[in-house]
């Protein structure tokens, strides 16, 4: 069995490694490929290394593979990853930056900074798919690039891979968080959760193993303002409270990111101040990879450290891994992934992507069915599609009037001119990556538009 | 644990006393209330005498109550099963009888006969739910009783009973019938399978081990006309082998009553000639019940005798006992069940029926979905749950013109006078069953209809 | 403004063209071309000959063309009439008398006959349009070919042409009977009527001029067993009575063809006395036409003569010339026309044809929204648009088993060996019309199956 | 032929009976009730004094008569329009001061304004039909109070007064721009016009006589940057230019309310600057009606005076007039009314209250059928209609969760800690309007929650 990993030279590739290794009963690898860019190349070369040692320390025999030749890398591959950023991490930093000096929060998935991030990534991940169309027709492909919804609808839709599933951590840490708030309760036992949704925007319910849903109460342990357990959010989403009465009245359990929804107002002053303080997210993750790659380099290394767990995309690898085991062994495992939505949840058009608790076979996801959403929520996430269908269009068909769109029905944008400025801002600020822009972006430059670092 | 039986002189009862005690291990149980009526009374006697010895010759100590009394059976109980059958098994002989005197298929499932099935069965199902309201508000209802679709709907729906399963042992036939099919193909291997349709009106799809999907492979070496393996069907519906170009177009596998459906002429030539020599399924359930009583009779027999697997429902009562034990445990064993729809099956109502694949926890099925059909089939199932839905209507209302609407839209009735005069013979030869047509039989009578034994 | 007719040696030709001299002042004429095959030269002579004195005995200098050549005609057209019967009216005699043979209804539209039609006549309206698109680009498509819903779905899905409108007179008709029934009422006024459906499978309700429904009024007065008028239908379909509870438990006005489906069993007796004494519909109108085209020889014949209602088509050419006139003029004059449903229709497909009323406007159909039909009428509309769908899959790929699942899902065919039989005879009787079906055909010859005259 | 109007002491009843003097040859009127409270009394006796003048002065006998008692003027109503403003026009500056006071758009229909003129609303409105479904059984309800689709949606889905019809003066002016936007590019000639959306919140499509789209034609000439005619607007709403790359994208033109979505950073803006000067809309709306009923005081003044045009609300009253009088003929006047969607806008619950181009019948209206919106304005009305769904039950129920989920999911209204503060005070500031809050008011103000004017 043939591995490839797409931007291999990431700091998260020592988990999935891990995760491999873990697995090494049920997985029969051969070859692993870590494939990156001329741009990666020395981040490539440090963690491949770091690889290298890990699959000895574990005594197998499989074959790491080093390469900046993605084709030769897709040749009957039979599993691909992909965990790429174009732009590297100073893209992002700008896609944090320039928005949050127009007073807009950034956020690298679905706020200004994914929508830019997406432009950047959807003509990779087609390229990526063209070469498996020809190389390795029958390979699963794994995103976990970011805006991972996003970028697995153009896949499937615009692509045509219909063996794309997209996977993301935060699914995993939710169900932590339930079972911290059951045992706060004092509640042990087996839960059953029910996730629906999209991306970083999706929901869940919990019933206990007695069959009683204990989503409300699983709410009020969380965010009740008098009863609630100590806050738990991720590690790259600020902690602020959900505010319990809106909460309580969706009957379902939000997502951290819901919080940039629910909490709008709070959640921009809150990056503001890290804006003002050089610490957006985008600037801290950068400064915890560079650590990350200094110990990387430590030749007596062969272990997963523990300050990767610091880095946010914990679990992440684990899932990808989990993934590839179910298939290659139709282990039927429930996991969240994203996947076609065929009526799944009945709100959302049926040909799109949607994240949803899955089995996952050997023939791929079986999504577990949803239904309807209520009024409360049911809104929220139609919008979010439709904005997310416009972001494909504008970055498949490099349309200014389709970018505009996006950054005028995006709610995390206040639509209007400085919307606008800030579009054509960052069309600039990423001249190099957006080829189908080029034409766009010249005339913008034409017209005076420059991009200053904020 | 107490669970109730209604209908429990039914022969099918020791199959599922046998399912209990086979799953021992996971059930506490404590009580079982076998329920009959009064024209039931000496069945009831005779299969309860031989359960009790069932109970006792596995070395249990639960209790096996007979009883008149429905309300006091239903007291605090947590499960409740349903296997009664208004009328007994001659109005299943007139179910069956009067359309083949008519020149249709009775079918006591989805055909003339099944319909006035569900006008006898209906009231008494609601009537069950009142009391199950009262007296064990928080019990399951596993429904077997025929037509099994028709009446679950009509307990979740109109009877706002949500914690109602209907089962059926047709899936589990299919499942067996897959296996085989692909072992005389020599392709051993754990197999995937999803259902979806309605009760005795589903089709389902598999895949092997490895992902592939093998749904033709078993089309072909079911019904291939040169090719296939010696023909399977159920025991109540005569093997007439489907037309293998019509399977292969809905690229889906039929289930056996679709025979009623896809080989109607066929089919109804054949019964025909049942008719007409006293040997229509229901004439030879019947004389094969009588047997089965001579053997209850015997107070040395403490086991389930291999005669009831020729009676033709065999695994419907295992269905029900895997059912509790999911329930119980939230195994999340996979069986295929009449439960809410929700949008699994995009093409039916949301609120309706379905059977479909789904986990069984503890707090109920949670169906995989499905989403749409090919045309070839979606018109089909499509007509069959508006007909359903007319069904429910008449028979809960006891409107004649509703009553004839069902007659009219059932695809196995050949709509017109001759189906109008055979709607009005069978009102009257059901009128001690069907409180609800009260003044319309009267009416009938007066015009003069009478029911003569064809 | 030139108007081309293909199937212009038509007997209903004089009526089209009575119905351009009637609008003169709104419809801009400058052509009219009448376009036929080498098969119905005779007829494109005679008919179109008398077109001429008709046109002339008006005072108008329209140029009336007579032609063989289909693309000469169809260069600039402004509209595309389509009446055309490939294989004359012996492939109809044969639609109709084979099926009867087998004990099935023919029915010309939605039967057996209906698909055997639509499978000879959809490779020449997709045809047709191929020329259309080079040399006709902006013309409209006003189809009255039957079956016209199913060739107007095959025009508008499949050939792409979205400027095409399916024309029927049943609707007209429907209107001038619920006016009749609301006189015999002594109930004078203007009425509201809104239909939906399919193409000779449409319900209509009314409401009087103060907004009162009348529908259950109409139903009454024309169907009441006591109390009803004198029984009314079209020509082309024999007047036995429906039920009247059964029309009443729908709410819905029924249309002719609907006795196919509601009274099935008394419609196919009925039919098989004809069948028996040669005088099948087919029969009838194969006579009635010869008739008609000594009449239209009579060099002295300058009008439409009376004869010609007896044909049954009437009003159809109205329909065709009255949308022409609201098109060019955009007179908004509602219309119900077969057009892309869209959702105007919830129970159907969201981009398949229906029939439905509208607003003709000059950029074509507006429908007035009609929502959801009633259980008791949603199931058989959906059964017949799936088997539309089959059968349009069926005419344009040749496939064999396509051809069989739409004779085994057709409801007026009782699926089964005989109607196999019957698929087998039908495609070896249209072997010169079926190049779709060539090897089909082939291989059912070397099996033996041949076609005799029934 | 009685009408009555609840809210009589409006200044709009001047325009209002200048409609029915116009249409005095189709609207057979008997009698005029003018109802108000007591809060509104003097209004009521100003406006009814002119209302009478006018009658007089157009020489017609009808009466006019003023009342507070609701109930006697009910009484055998044969329809009742509804312009009330619970609280005065002193609420509406509240509804817009204070969210501008934190720093978000008050907007009364669809903003943080909006919604709490829905509590303010709803129960009056419930109660209203209360009183009709005793008193004037078959009467109509044209309301214009606002938020007209909001308050029409609670009183056909809530009170179930299926005879409800929401108007709005909007869709009137957006054509007559449609209008002068053709005559500017010299395009003279009828133009068929479609809308479909939300009140306030609705799109529309263009086409000419000639059966051309010219939607993009319009929105270039009224919207390009270089090209446009001199900026159009409401009077009520800053006539901002809407940007023409985000309008030409959708291939629709927006209704003015769409500022506040498509430029809401402009918008605030600009609301932020009339605050600070006490300029808000309710403000300088209040003034204008203190000129307006010193205008009415006059006992010569027998005819509508221009002023009231600058009111904003003009050509309202006159949509009224025309729905009551297309009523009464059957006359298929084409309207844009809010009424029931039953499917003809897909995208939305089949059973919600939609704004649409419809014909006005004697049974009221029949929507022309919309079908899907592009992904750009898919999401947006989606996500208003789940908002409005949610206000609803807030407004019914009085729970509090339920408000704050309103304020939460309000595109104008940024969620969080500043967005529940403003509620809080909002309810406060309505205590006496909001009796349905009660007990939810007493617990804020025990937290000393208060209202201060801003």
């Known amino acids: 069995m043939k591995i490839v990993t797409i931007g291999g030279g990431s700091s998260y590739t020592p988990e999935l490694i891990e995760g491999f290794i873990l697995r090494k009963h049920e997985l029969p690898i051969t070859e692993i490929?870590?494939?990156?860019?001329?741009?990666?190349?020395e981040k490539?070369?440090?963690?491949?290394?770091?690889?290298?040692?890990?699959?000895?320390?574990?005594?197998?025999?499989?074959?790491?593979?080093?390469?900046?030749?993605?084709?030769?890398?897709?040749?009957?591959?039979?599993?691909?990853?992909?965990?790429?950023?174009?732009?590297?991490?100073?893209?992002?930093?700008?896609?944090?930056?320039?928005?949050?000096?127009?007073?807009?929060i950034g956020q690298e998935t679905n706020g200004a900074g994914g929508m830019m991030k997406a432009f950047r990534t959807i003509p990779v991940i087609l390229s990526i798919i063209e070469d498996m169309k020809e190389l390795c027709p029958n390979a699963w492909l794994a995103n976990f690039t970011n805006p991972s919804g996003i970028v697995t609808e153009a896949a499937i839709k615009v692509g045509g891979w219909k063996r794309t599933v997209g996977l993301c951590?935060?699914?995993?840490?939710?169900?932590?968080?339930?079972?911290?708030?059951?045992?706060?309760?004092?509640?042990?036992?087996?839960?059953?959760?029910?996730?629906?949704?999209?991306?970083?925007?999706?929901?869940?319910?919990?019933?206990?193993?007695?069959?009683?849903?204990?989503?409300?109460?699983?709410?009020?342990?969380?965010?009740?303002?008098?009863?609630?357990?100590?806050?738990?959010?991720?590690?790259?989403?600020?902690?602020?409270s959900f505010k319990y009465d809106q909460v309580k009245d969706t009957g379902l359990l939000p997502c951290p990111y819901h919080r940039y929804y629910y909490l709008s107002g709070d959640m921009l002053a809150h990056e503001l101040e890290e804006f003002a303080k050089g610490e957006t997210r985008a600037e801290v993750v950068k400064r915890t990879e560079a650590e990350l790659f200094e110990l990387y380099k430590d030749v007596k290394l062969d272990y997963k450290p523990e300050q990767l767990t610091k880095r946010g995309g914990t679990y992440y690898s684990d899932a990808a891994c989990e993934l590839i085991a179910s298939i290659v062994n139709n282990k039927k495992t429930r996991m969240v992934v994203s996947t076609q939505n065929n009526g799944a949840l009945s709100d959302l058009p049926y040909d799109c992507?949607?994240?949803?608790?899955?089995?996952?076979?050997?023939?791929?996801?079986?999504?577990?069915?949803?239904?309807?959403?209520?009024s409360s929520t049911r809104g929220m996430v139609q919008s979010m599609k439709a904005m997310e269908e416009v972001v494909i269009d504008a970055a498949v068909s490099g349309d200014y009037a389709k970018a505009l769109q996006a950054f005028t029905?995006?709610?995390?944008?206040?639509?209007?001119?400085?919307?606008?400025?800030?579009?054509?801002?960052?069309?600039?600020?990423?001249?190099?990556?957006?080829?189908?822009?080029?034409?766009?972006?010249?005339?913008?430059?034409?017209?005076?538009?420059?991009?200053?670092?904020?």
Chains 1, 2, 3, 4 share one sequence.
Not at 88 to 101: C, F, G, M, T, V
Not at 355 to 365: D, F, M, R
């Open 409 to 454: 029905i995006n709610p995390l944008v206040q639509a209007g001119t400085k919307a606008k400025e800030m579009l054509d801002v960052m069309l600039v600020a990423n001249k190099d990556y957006l080829p189908q822009f080029k034409s766009v972006i010249a005339d913008l430059e034409a017209k005076g538009v420059t991009y200053v670092k904020p």
């Open 33 to 41: 490929w870590l494939v990156d860019v001329e741009e990666g190349r």
């Open 44 to 104: 490539l070369e440090i963690v491949g290394a770091m690889a290298k040692r890990m699959v000895k320390a574990a005594g197998l025999d499989w074959k790491v593979n080093l390469t900046l030749d993605r084709r030769e890398a897709l040749k009957d591959a039979d599993f691909v990853t992909t965990q790429f950023r174009v732009g590297l991490l100073d893209a992002r930093i700008r896609d944090e930056r320039i928005p949050l000096s127009y007073g807009f």
């Open 169 to 240: 951590n935060v699914p995993i840490m939710m169900e932590k968080f339930c079972r911290e708030a059951m045992d706060y309760r004092g509640h042990t036992g087996e839960l059953y959760t029910k996730f629906a949704g999209l991306n970083h925007f999706h929901w869940h319910r919990v019933w206990d193993k007695a069959g009683n849903e204990v989503t409300q109460e699983i709410i009020e342990t969380l965010y009740h303002p008098e009863n609630h357990m100590p806050d738990k959010s991720m590690r790259n989403i600020r902690a602020i």
């Open 353 to 374: 992507i949607v994240e949803v608790s899955a089995e996952i076979t050997s023939h791929g996801p079986e999504p577990i069915h949803w239904g309807a959403f209520p």
